[in-house]
């Protein structure tokens, strides 16, 4: 090293002298901006390896944040996403419960309410056939669940047992098209069939069109059937149609047929009376009769007090009393004349003037002739 320094020492001399000349004609030599000129030199030979550094610094902090430093924080994430998941799950069974107890002690209240014993059941499926109206509920034979029993709501009935077997039960809805329910109006106390379309409502048939029914009226079981107990609520009229000896009455049912969830089934039915149809009440304030009508009182009976006698007279008084004054100008008295005296000429006018009759004469009115 020392040899090469020796042998380009001079160089090395001119080099140094130089760069010591440059240095200080850049510290004296001043741009137009009052910027030295060793200033400028300085930094732009330093401004790009601190962009440079700003750059790698900027890299490995941006793999850090968003790769080392962000594994844990996603693993915990993820965590967090999970257990809320668990949560919703949870709150929605708990929710459900809720709700399930609550149709239960609706149920309940109902089955203290009825005399008929029931049974409670939970629907668990719907029928397979599309056309048809059906739902399986899991009460059957061990539960001495039979065809023909009555399943029904606290809204009101919803159809009867089709079929039973070992751990579940076949109900056809009343709104089957294979499904008919003996009826009573809760007005008219009429009886009718109500049929089911397959549909939301219902028809009731064999109705007389003379017999009143009116858009709201209520539809009880009648018992005729002999599957429903009487005296169970059905639903109510929505609609009439014309039709041809019968009226065309169509219902919708109280119970939710298309939201079943648990129901009862009556294991031994008992009738009941329908409720007492609401009587119009009495009125409870009467205002007073209107004052009478003077023209109408004068003819019909005794005078108004302050009115002049000629303002009461009616068509007979008049009569009565032009005959009286025809009768007076001819000489005589009617109700005074004796046996074979002539009768009065009351085709002629009286000559005499009309004298006002008394109040008590003038409204009394005149005997038929």
Same mark, same amino acid.
């Given at each position: 090293?020392?040899?090469l320094?020796?042998?380009? =020492?001079?160089?090395t001399a001119? $080099? ?13 030599? =001043? /741009?137009?901006?009052d910027?030295?000129m060793l200033?400028?030199? @300085? ?5 790009? %390896?601190e962009?440079g550094?700003?750059?790698s610094f #900027?890299?490995?902090?941006s793999?850090?944040r968003n790769?080392?430093?962000?594994v844990?924080?996603r693993?915990e994430?993820?965590?967090?996403? =999970?257990?809320?998941?668990v949560?919703r799950?949870?709150?929605q ?5 809720m709700? =399930?107890?609550?149709? +239960?002690?609706?149920?309940v209240?109902?089955q203290?309410?009825?005399?008929? &014993?029931?049974? $409670? ?5 719907v ?9 399986f509920v #899991?009460?059957g034979?061990?539960? +001495?669940?039979?065809?023909?029993m009555a399943?029904?709501?606290p ?7 089709q079929?039973?077997?070992p751990?579940a !039960?076949l109900?056809?809805?009343?709104? #089957? !098209?294979d499904?008919a ?9 009429? /009886? ?12 009731v048939d064999y109705?007389? +069109? ?5 858009v709201g009226?209520?539809i ?6 002999r ?8 639903? &109510? ?9 019968f009226? *065309?009455?169509w219902?919708?049912p109280?119970?939710?047929l ?5 129901? %009862? $089934?009556?294991?031994s039915?008992?009738?009941q009376?329908l ?6 009440? @009495?009125?409870?304030?009467?205002m007073?009769l209107p004052?009478p009508?003077?023209?109408?009182f004068i *003819? ?5 007090p302050?009115?002049?006698a ?5 068509? !007979?008084?008049?009569l ?10 001819q ?13 009065p #000429?009351?085709n002629?006018s ?10 008590d004469e003038?409204? @009394? ?5």
């Amino acid at each position: 090293m020392l040899e090469l320094f020796e042998r380009y =020492r001079n160089v090395t001399a001119l $080099i140094a002298a130089v760069g010591l000349q440059l240095i200080l004609l850049g510290y004296q030599v =001043r /741009r137009d901006d009052d910027m030295t000129m060793l200033r400028s030199w @300085t930094v732009g030979a330093v401004l790009p %390896l601190e962009r440079g550094l700003h750059l790698s610094f #900027d890299s490995v902090s941006s793999v850090w944040r968003n790769y080392v430093w962000l594994v844990g924080a996603r693993e915990e994430n993820a965590g967090m996403r =999970r257990e809320l998941d668990v949560l919703r799950l949870q709150n929605q069974e708990l929710r459900r419960e809720m709700e =399930r107890s609550s149709r +239960r002690e609706q149920l309940v209240g109902y089955q203290s309410e009825i005399e008929s &014993e029931t049974v $409670i059941a939970e629907v668990i499926s719907v029928g397979a056939s599309r056309d048809s109206r059906e739902v399986f509920v #899991d009460r059957g034979q061990r539960d +001495r669940v039979r065809p023909g029993m009555a399943v029904l709501t606290p809204e009101g009935i919803v159809g009867k047992v089709q079929a039973s077997y070992p751990r579940a !039960a076949l109900v056809l809805l009343i709104n #089957d !098209a294979d499904a008919a329910v003996g009826v009573v109006l809760g007005g008219s106390r009429v /009886r009718g069939v109500m049929k089911g379309r397959g549909g939301v409502e219902c028809f009731v048939d064999y109705v007389s +069109r003379e017999v009143e029914v009116e858009v709201g009226e209520r539809i009880y079981t009648s018992g005729d059937d002999r599957i429903f107990p009487k005296g169970l609520p059905v639903g &109510e009229v929505v609609r009439l149609a014309e039709g041809g000896a019968f009226q *065309s009455i169509w219902v919708r049912p109280y119970a939710r047929l298309d939201r079943l969830d648990d129901v %009862l $089934i009556v294991s031994s039915g008992v009738h009941q009376q329908l409720p007492a149809s609401p009587l119009p009440q @009495t009125p409870g304030a009467l205002m007073p009769l209107p004052p009478p009508d003077a023209e109408a009182f004068i *003819s019909s009976g005794p005078a108004f007090p302050g009115l002049p006698a000629e303002s009461q007279l009616n068509e !007979a008084n008049k009569l009565k009393r032009r005959y009286r004054a025809v009768a007076e100008a001819q000489g005589m008295r009617i109700g005074v004349a004796e046996l074979g005296d002539p009768a009065p #000429d009351f085709n002629s006018s009286p000559t005499p003037a009309l004298e006002p009759l008394p109040v008590d004469e003038a409204a @009394t009115p005149a005997p038929a002739q």
